[in-house]
């Protein structure tokens, strides 16, 4: 099982980004996907997920400037992120929703800043 997050980088206040994450060693159109992220200091927090049906469900803080969305021909999912904050600035991962939690990727980092 491999996820493996991209895109990631440094974007200043209002901006926008869009990170990708590719997986392997799963059913990915079997599986509810989700993003995660952690900021420094604190806890890694769910914050988008997608089910295998193409419902999404987000955390109040990114609902409605991060959308969500999948591939299954790619095994890919997305996460298009718009008016970016500076609390956004954390290292973005995906997983499975709920997570494999012996299986995350490295993560991508985003940073928010002027």
């Known amino acids: 099982v491999q996820f493996v997050e991209s895109g990631g980088g440094l974007v200043q206040p209002g901006g926008s980004l869009r990170v990708s994450c590719a997986t392997s060693?799963?059913?990915?159109?079997?599986?509810?996907m989700g993003w995660y992220r952690q900021a420094p200091g604190k806890q890694r927090e769910w914050i988008a997920d997608v089910s295998i049906i193409g419902n999404t469900d987000y955390a109040d803080s990114v609902k409605g400037r991060f959308t969500i969305s999948r591939d299954n021909a790619k095994s890919t999912v997305y996460l298009q992120m718009n008016s970016l904050k500076p609390e956004d600035t954390a290292v973005y991962s995906c997983?499975?929703?709920?997570?494999?939690?012996?299986?995350w990727g490295q993560g991508t980092q985003v940073t928010v800043s002027s």
């Open positions: 997983n499975t929703q709920p997570p494999m939690n012996d299986f």
């Open positions: 060693g799963i059913p990915f159109r079997l599986n509810d």
